[in-house]
């Protein structure tokens, strides 16, 4: 008989489900609160799918951003990462504790809850990492459940990340 070379690695991931956000924990509910208020302030000429996301830090601080399209498309920013990247720039040594993420569309109601990108996941990630603590997401839409997660890891196992770019003997 062959013998067998391959293993099949399974990953299980723990997402959270809650019917409506009046279910969620109280500081989760309070950041969604401030996500959703910021959903009108996208610049979604486009797509018109406008998505804001909310940040709390471990500084106190609380930013918000929204996202912002260009008439050349890849120009323009998740509303995740124009929040992150401020947040960061604004506050170095602070901590992401928790990302709220909320989505409307101008054209159609949607039923699922926001999913971050991939580029999004990638940036949430490694400031994960480099920062030691992991980052509560909560993600929400019109209709349908929210979802939470307590890490990135959750969103984007096996992802690329900087100590693969390090030589190793
Ligand atoms: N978008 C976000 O801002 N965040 C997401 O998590 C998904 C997508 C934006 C990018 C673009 O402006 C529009 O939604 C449609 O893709």
């Known amino acids: ?84 990247f401020y947040a960061k720039s604004k506050y170095p040594d602070a901590c992401i504790e928790r990302i709220a993420i909320a989505a409307r569309s101008d054209d159609f109601v949607i039923h699922e809850a926001v999913s971050p990108c991939g580029a999004c996941r990638q940036v949430m990630a490694e400031y994960e990492i480099q920062q030691g603590k992991d980052i509560r997401v909560i993600m929400k839409s019109e209709q349908g459940p929210v979802l939470a997660v307590n890490s990135i890891n959750e969103l984007l196992p096996m992802m690329f990340h900087a100590e693969e770019l390090k030589k190793k003997d």
């Open 1 to 84: 008989m062959a013998v067998q070379k391959m293993k099949i690695k399974n990953i299980q991931l723990s997402i959270e489900e809650y019917d409506s956000m009046g279910d969620l924990p109280s500081a989760d509910r309070q950041l969604m609160e401030l996500a959703e208020q910021d959903i009108k302030k996208a610049y979604a000429p486009y797509s018109h799918y406008r998505v804001a996301a909310a940040l709390s830090l471990s500084n106190g601080e609380i930013v918000r951003g929204s996202n912002q399209e260009n008439a050349a498309y890849p120009s323009g920013l998740c509303a995740e990462r124009v929040a992150i």
